[in-house]
């Protein structure tokens, strides 16, 4: 198992090094000259902007990083769910994004295009089809790998996501204080713990309602599975989606779940369980049944399942929904 995971890695390292579609970058210079309506959908685009250089609304000095806290996440035909995972963590503290698209066919340049005109995301094309779970992984810690280098130097903290994760304080008001008290000289990173949320019953989430506000059955507390943010600059490599590679002298450390949780929406609702998530979990050799066993189990009621609840007003504001 570990020589065929090996093997993947090695291959898509290949790939990526004589693949010129793989990371293909412009500048959003470029692309609003190039373009004169939001209809466009390049085939490889990246933009970046340094014209935001916004004040730091927590108190915390950036210096010598021009931002704080960004994202890192790799995404396939969600743009339905972006602008509203993006909102989430702009309020969250979170001040840029690089986010990687594999090969999606729906409208996600429409909704990534206001967020690249302000230089919050930087979009990179990242065209590759896995075949298996492991060439998956394999895929996005290269990915993982190419956000490593372009975050070093400029953000203190980078979290590295999926599109249906969102990192949720259970006190703070946001991500960055929550950070501050882990802003310890030999801490390179912290971990965050998942909370696994099922369908909650729900056939389709309403247009002009959020996500976080309809699913909120959850599978409750739980220590098998977590995310990273990291300190860029104290990280060697990232070789596993979950977690990095420190450099000598760092570590990283647990949160508790009683300060910070990561609402793991895997489901999502039902239309998107049955229709994109199973076919795509049927590739890499889980069942239908088994996977309805995993929803089945998160639609439980109980307290992590309101944590989020407390931010659902404001982010209905930013969503233009009230």
């Known amino acids: 198992m570990q020589l065929k995971k090996w093997m993947a890695s ?3 390292t290949l790939l990526f090094l004589t693949c010129p579609a793989i990371g293909k970058t412009t500048t959003s210079e470029d692309t609003i000259s190039s373009s004169s ?12 902007s340094q014209k935001n250089k916004k004040e730091n609304p927590y108190g915390i000095s950036k210096r010598p990083f021009q931002w704080t806290f960004a994202v890192a ?4 035909d969600e743009a339905p769910y972006l602008k509203e995972w993006i909102e989430f963590h702009k309020l969250m503290g979170a001040e840029h994004f690089y986010l990687y698209n594999n090969l999606s066919t729906d409208n996600y340049f429409d909704v990534l295009y206001p967020y690249i005109v ?28 190419d956000a490593l280098k372009k975050a070093k130097g400029k953000t203190k903290w980078l979290a590295i996501l999926d599109s249906d994760e969102f990192l949720v304080p259970v006190y703070d008001d946001n991500i960055i204080h929550l950070l501050s008290r882990y ?50 600059s104290k990280v060697q490599d990232i070789l596993n989606p979950h977690f990095a590679v420190y450099k000598k002298g760092f570590e990283h450390v ?34 239908s049944e088994i996977s309805v066993q995993w929803a089945t189990a998160s639609n439980n009621d109980t307290n992590e399942g309101k944590v989020i609840l407390r931010f659902v007003e404001q982010l209905r504001r930013l969503m233009n929904y009230d």
């Open 10 to 12: 090695l291959f898509l």
């Open 37 to 48: 309506s939001t209809n466009l959908t390049p085939e490889c685009e990246c933009a970046v």
């Open 73 to 76: 996440m790799i995404f396939q």
């Open 118 to 145: 302000s230089g919050e995301v930087e979009l990179i094309e990242w065209p590759h089809k896995p075949e298996s779970l492991s060439e998956w992984n394999a895929f996005q810690c290269i990915a993982y790998q």
């Open 183 to 232: 802003d310890k000289k030999n801490i390179g990173g912290v971990l965050g713990y998942w909370i696994v949320f099922g369908t909650s019953f729900v056939k389709k989430i309403p247009e002009n309602q959020l996500l976080i506000e309809n699913l909120v059955l959850n599978g409750g507390p739980g220590k098998n599975h977590y995310k990273t943010i990291i300190q860029p």
């Open 254 to 287: 647990a949160v508790p779940q009683s300060e910070l949780q990561i609402n793991h929406y895997w489901t999502r609702d039902e239309w998107y369980l049955f229709n994109f998530k199973i076919p795509r979990r049927e590739k890499w050799g889980t069942s």
